[in-house]
């Protein structure tokens, strides 16, 4: 029997692991907008001076793991997995940058729901006393997503209203095992369980408006964590939902609402924060990396400093594809929550 | 050369081509290649139903700058050389009748392509 | 299409009832006169051409698409040509000039894949379709004059 899993889709951990380090690598936009003081790295020039976009991302991807593991004095290569992955075909940038890293690894594709799922399953294999150190990654990177997803740069054309930049942008956890010993910059935060999300296709079909095609993964994600753990929503003094965007957060609280859960202020969007209203960006942020370096640069700090005390931190992820698109297919969603709990050992 | 009112009607037919592009793609979100495609192919059609001929000859570049006006070069040519040379022209003519563009476009393209390199949007 | 369930009607429905709307009006007017100005720049291309070279009717129509599919191609290459099309919209992806920068846009992209599968290939990703489906009416409509005169 399962043990350690509540209802349907919940898990709790008996030894939850902790946060104990983190980095982030930005783009220029990013980093100009709001949050850009918190980020480690922010680069001026999104190649990075390497000679293509994807090649860039991959050093970012390698590079915060790095840096990660720098702040607490770790070599990465030590490491017991690392867990993580982008947007790209194949996941070439986390592959290819564990090539560098060397250190045994585990590529998962979740879409923008990456950091979340990477999470879970790192805690997961922690609380189950296979891993020590993990590290838990995703990334995106604007100009490589737009030419997969999209349209070429230099095409000439309007974004609808409902649209989302795809943030450049790698954020890197380190998990480490209960009774770690080693050093931390954070000392304080628990993964104490997780809710696996299920794949809803509400038949939004507009590669435009992602944050409308997620949202009711997200809905569905919330609900059943606190049907599964019996918990009100005011257990949790935030909920943060990765890249629904303005206009996938509206439809977000107005659903939650209709499903008996209000919300009220402690809802956070990080496709919401990350960017400034003038900069251009329709409805906000997305992608692996929008979640990854807002949890990683922004929210983990504030809940260190203890700002708040316990957040469902749900990742959200459209797991579309081009070729499906063109075959008439909708976007199925996805959203994986994860609890973060501050507490003392 | 072209007088002030010519240029005024090659503004507003021009103009109003691109509205109608625009109204597409706000009610419809079709894609630019889409709209491509279709003004195309419109341009054609219009062309051998014989109404984009004097349409062309009143709005001038208004009419022909539009790729509906690359349509309809295309369909002018092969009607035309379909009365002179027969299905043979048929093949020929809309080809021969814009290669210049055509060839123009494959040219620069391809220069450009590697002259320049693309830049991230802000 | 995939057929949608009832519950994916409704929520589609509620989507597109509540989504922020482009802003039609000042869309259509900013394509109205970006879109009238390309003719216009055309209209004088053809002018001065005609004045310099004495063209005839047609050597005018090919002079001035190949002038203007030159400087959409620059305009590309140089990054300005997406500028004005995030203003223009269809002001500036009718014109041929868009057809252009569709051209251009593709294949400067994926220079980094190689001259012949990235350049070569991805020239013709918008331009493709354009010239498949404007040639085909083209011949068609020929074989039709055929068929009536």
Redesign the interface.
């Known amino acids: 029997m399962a043990h350690k899993k509540l209802g349907r889709q919940t898990l709790v951990f008996e030894k939850p692991p902790r946060i104990i380090s983190g980095a982030t690598i930005v783009g220029d936009m990013e980093g100009k907008g709001p949050l850009g003081k918190f980020f480690d790295i922010v680069i001026k020039d999104d190649t990075w001076g390497e000679k293509t976009w994807e090649k860039a991302e991959r050093k970012m991807f390698e590079e915060s793991v790095r840096l990660a593991f720098e702040k607490v004095n770790l070599n990465p290569e030590r490491m017991d997995c690392m867990l993580g992955g982008d947007l790209l075909n194949q996941i070439i940038t986390a592959s290819f940058a564990a090539r560098e890293i060397k250190a045994p690894f585990l590529g998962l594709y979740g879409a923008c729901s990456t950091m979340a799922e990477s999470l879970i399953l790192g805690s997961m294999l922690t609380d189950g006393g296979f891993f020590d150190v993990t590290a838990c990654v995703a990334s995106s990177h604007f100009s490589t997503a737009e030419r997969q997803f999209r349209m070429p740069l230099e095409m000439g054309g309007q974004t609808p209203p409902t649209a989302q930049r795809t943030v450049t942008g790698v954020g890197c956890s380190v998990l480490a095992s209960s009774n770690y010993e080693g050093e931390c910059i954070m000392d304080n935060i628990f993964v104490t369980g997780g809710t696996v999300g299920r794949v809803v296709d509400m038949g939004i079909s507009d590669a435009n408006n992602m944050g409308a095609a997620m949202a009711p993964a997200a809905v569905d994600t919330l609900v059943n964590h606190l049907r599964d753990t019996e918990r009100d929503i005011s257990y949790y003094d935030l909920v943060i939902t990765g890249d629904l965007g303005s206009f996938g957060s509206l439809l977000f609280s107005d659903m939650c609402k209709e499903k008996g859960v209000d919300l009220g202020d402690r809802h956070l969007d990080c496709g919401n924060i990350i960017f400034d209203k003038n900069q251009n960006v329709d409805c906000g942020g997305s992608g692996c990396g929008c979640s990854g370096s807002v949890l990683n640069g922004y929210l983990l700090k504030r809940m260190h400093e203890g700002d708040f005390e316990r957040a469902f931190f749900m990742a959200t992820g459209a797991l579309m594809s081009p070729t499906a698109s063109m075959q008439g297919e909708t976007i199925p969603g996805i959203a994986h929550g994860v609890i973060l709990e501050r507490g003392k050992l | 050369?072209?007088s002030f009112s010519?240029?005024l009607i090659?503004?507003?037919?021009?103009?109003?081509?691109?509205?109608?592009?625009?109204?597409?793609?706000?009610?419809t979100?079709l894609t630019?290649?889409r709209?491509?495609?279709l003004?195309?192919?419109l341009g054609?059609?219009l062309?051998?139903i014989g109404i984009y001929a004097p349409f062309a000859e009143f709005a001038?570049?208004?009419a022909?700058?539009?790729?509906?006006?690359?349509?309809y070069?295309?369909?002018k040519?092969?009607?035309e050389?379909?009365?002179e040379s027969?299905?043979l022209?048929?093949?020929t003519?809309?080809?021969k009748?814009?290669?210049?563009?055509?060839a123009?476009?494959?040219f620069?393209?391809?220069?450009?392509?590697?002259?320049?390199?693309?830049?991230?949007?802000? | 299409m995939k057929k949608l369930k009832r519950e994916q009607i409704r929520y589609k429905e509620k989507v597109d009832a509540i989504a922020p709307k482009s802003k039609t009006l000042s869309g259509c007017i900013r394509a109205f006169i970006a879109g009238g100005l390309i003719c216009m720049l055309g209209q004088a291309i053809g002018d001065v051409g005609s004045l310099l070279f004495s063209f005839s009717e047609t050597d005018r129509a090919s002079f001035t698409s190949i002038a203007l599919i030159f400087i959409g191609a620059l305009l590309t290459g140089v990054g300005v040509y997406d500028n004005i099309g995030a203003w223009a919209g269809a002001g500036s992806i009718v014109p041929i000039t868009g057809f252009s920068n569709s051209i251009v846009s593709p294949a400067m992209e994926f220079k980094r894949e190689g001259l012949v599968m990235g350049v070569g290939s991805k020239l013709f990703t918008v331009a493709g379709p354009v010239l498949v489906y404007g040639i085909s009416v083209s011949i068609l409509i020929g074989l039709l004059t055929c068929l009536f005169s």
Request: proline fraction near 2%; charge should be positive; include cysteine.
């Open positions: 050369m072209s010519d240029y090659v503004f507003i037919c021009g103009g109003a081509i691109c509205v109608i592009g625009q109204l597409l793609i706000s009610l979100r630019a290649s709209i491509l495609v003004f195309v192919s054609a059609v062309t051998a001038k570049a208004g022909t700058v539009p790729l509906t006006g690359f349509g070069s295309l369909a040519g092969a009607m050389g379909a009365k027969g299905i022209g048929a093949f003519g809309g080809i009748a814009t290669a210049g563009g055509i123009a476009a494959v620069f393209g391809y220069l450009c392509a590697v002259i320049f390199t693309p830049k991230t949007k802000k």
